[in-house]
């Protein structure tokens, strides 16, 4: 939880300002939306990631991240929700966190070479006001024709198995890609910050206050 300030914040209106929950226990996230230099607490939504049959990778990451938000939003109706999720997209073909070091290899062998689109949804929900906004934030990615000593060698390096894709973009896993496209630097990492920080100033939250 970041410390919050001594006396509430207010809005332009004069009163306090809604407290902001980010439903993720993801450090990349809580780093990220720290950025904002908001008081915010984090708190674990405890939603199922199972795709649903035949479901696309960008209808997944935005299915998920409303259902991260609604989760800590129906125990704290007041409060602002951000919720967020990232799948990475392989012609279609989702591929999420793999956990282990066999799963992240056969991603990253499927990757080489190939361009990957990464899937960053974020949602922010309130319900005692009504407000719900979701947004996507596409990340085209090519990745280089990579060895498989080189998989190795980044996998036993960073260890990225909380990572969708395998890959993290902030650390060495940049050495494993040609070009990234996008129009948010931070959605790759897992919050696109220029989108949330929209959302939030719709929501009520003061930025920059």
Do not use: W
Not at 9 to 16: D, H, I, K, L, M
Not at 50 to 72: D, I
Not at 106 to 128: D, I, W
Not at 190 to 205: D, F, N, V, Y
């Amino acid at each position: 939880m970041i410390t919050a300030s001594a006396t509430p914040p207010q809005n332009e209106s004069g009163t306090p300002q809604r407290s902001v929950i980010l439903a993720s226990t993801s450090s990349y996230r809580r780093e990220l939306l720290a950025r904002l230099r908001i008081d915010f607490e984090v708190m674990s939504p405890h939603a199922d990631e199972t795709p649903m049959p035949g479901e696309a990778p960008a209808a997944l990451a935005l299915r998920l991240a409303k259902a991260k938000a609604m989760a800590v939003a129906q125990q704290h109706p007041e409060a602002i929700v951000i919720g967020s999720d990232q799948v990475a997209d392989l012609h279609g073909r989702p591929l999420g966190k793999p956990g282990t070091h066999i799963k992240a290899v056969q991603q990253l062998q499927s990757m080489r070479g190939q361009t990957v689109t990464f899937q960053t949804a974020v949602a922010v929900v309130c319900l005692s006001t009504g407000f719900h906004e979701v947004d996507l934030a596409a990340v085209k990615v090519k990745f280089r024709a990579l060895t498989d000593t080189e998989i190795e060698n980044y996998l036993q390096a960073e260890r990225p198995y909380d990572c969708a894709g395998s890959a993290k973009s902030e650390g060495l896993g940049i050495a494993l890609l040609e070009s990234i496209e996008n129009d948010d630097p931070t959605a790759l990492i897992g919050l696109p910050l220029i989108r949330t920080a929209r959302m939030l100033r719709a929501a009520g939250t003061q930025l920059l206050a």
